[in-house]
């Protein structure tokens, strides 16, 4: 396993775990490598309410930014249906339970690996 590798699944882990922290659901790991040169990884997860996903997104970021990681890019970040935040090789999606169901978007990546968390 090369260094870059190593370092992603660390980040993956961290970030598995923040959302775990505040009660994430769904949790999917979706690894994107081989189709698409704009990241490696979509970490997926589920909120219950909208003061939900303020926290997780809350959550991550703090923390990350605590490990020396910023987000390049933060989306949604008003409305909290679909958040993303973009840390390059992994792009975070934390979705409300509608927005996940409408975009269904691990039938869109349907050919990445997919690996989901038990909560």
């Not at 994430?24 to 490696?40: E, F, G, N, Q």
């Not at 930014?65 to 958040?83: C, F, I, Q, S, Y």
């Not at 975070?92 to 269904?104: A, P, V």
């Amino acid at each position: 396993m090369n260094k870059k590798n190593t370092e992603d699944k660390k980040i993956i882990k961290i970030i598995v775990e923040l959302m775990q922290d505040k009660k994430a659901l769904d949790i999917a790991i979706l690894d994107v490598r081989k189709l698409t040169s704009l990241t490696d990884y979509f970490i997926l997860c589920t909120s219950e309410s909208t003061p939900q996903t303020k926290a997780i997104m809350d959550h991550i970021y703090k923390n990350m930014r605590a490990e020396g990681m910023r987000p390049k890019n933060l989306e949604d970040t008003k409305t909290l249906e679909w958040v993303a935040m973009d840390y390059f090789n992994v792009v975070i999606h934390i979705f409300n339970k509608e927005t996940r169901d409408y975009y269904q978007f691990e039938r869109l990546w349907g050919d990445a690996e997919i690996e989901t968390i038990n909560e």
